[in-house]
T-cell receptor, first 116, second 115 residues
Framework: AQSVSQHNHHVILSEAASLELGCNYS??????LFWYVQYPGQHLQLLLK??????LVKGIKGFEAEFIKSKFSFNLRKPSVQWSDTAEYFC??????????????FGRGTSLIVHP | KAGVTQTPRYLIKTRGQQVTLSCSPI?????VSWYQQTPGQGLQFLFE???????NKGNFPGRFSGRQFSNSRSEMNVSTLELGDSALYLC??????????????FGAGTRLSVL
């Protein structure tokens, strides 16, 4: 069964600091990778996605992520965080088997607090 | 375009009761998936419906069931509620079925508390 690990459960940063959130998955085949963000009191929103092609993907609000196939990783980065980035961040993997079935799998989430 | 709408937003039930949650997908979306979100387990996939048929299922007991109507609206039912069923239940819709290059859009969720 596939799994997703987010190494940082809680991250606290000051504004303008750089951010990197780790995400590793366990699945050897073709994967679709996602980062979602959940702002306080709001619903899950897609931050960025990787389907194929350029392993460096850019998302909304200045976020980017790099897919490193050899490391089974899809880390999220932002050069300079803002107070408004305070939220919960989820890494997710979608991968199918030969029978066509799949189970979207999410990491446990990383709570990011940015101090002004 | 309206987003994914879930009703009700909050529910309080007692053990042993059953509950039905509703989800209206984004217009034109034919796939609806359900997730359970808890602090301990995170987001866990329950099942996915497409064209009124369950297409994928996660590892949840049979007390959790769902259905989809011809207009793509979906309902999720939990019977014989247990305290551990207290969670935020999220619905997500997407245009197509399948995992490849398919983006899901989430609703705000229904917060279920079981007393």
């Amino acid at each position: 069964a596939q799994s997703v690990s987010q190494h940082n459960h809680h991250v606290i940063l000051s504004e303008a600091a750089s951010l990197e959130l780790g995400c590793n998955y366990s699945y050897g085949g073709t994967v679709n990778l996602f980062w979602y963000v959940q702002y306080p009191g709001q619903h899950l929103q897609l931050l960025l996605k990787y389907f194929s092609g350029d392993p460096l993907v850019k998302g909304i609000k200045g976020f980017e992520a790099e897919f490193i196939k050899s490391k089974f990783s899809f880390n999220l980065r932002k050069p300079s965080v803002q107070w408004s980035d305070t939220a919960e961040y989820f890494c997710a993997v979608n991968a199918g088997d030969s029978g066509g079935s799949y189970i979207p799998t999410f990491g446990r989430g990383t709570s990011l607090i940015v101090h002004p | 375009k309206a987003g994914v709408t879930q009703t009700p937003r909050y529910l309080i039930k007692t053990r042993g009761q059953q509950v039905t949650l509703s989800c209206s997908p984004i217009s034109g979306h034919r796939s609806v998936s359900w997730y359970q979100q808890t602090p301990g387990q995170g987001l866990q996939f329950l099942f996915e419906y497409f064209s009124e048929t369950q297409r994928n299922k996660g590892n949840f007991p049979g007390r959790f069931s769902g259905r989809q109507f011809s207009n793509s609206r979906s309902e999720m039912n939990v019977s014989t509620l247990e305290l551990g069923d207290s969670a935020l239940y999220l619905c997500a819709s997407s245009l197509a079925l399948g995992y490849n290059k398919n983006i899901q859009y989430f609703g705000a969720g229904t917060r279920l508390s079981v007393l």
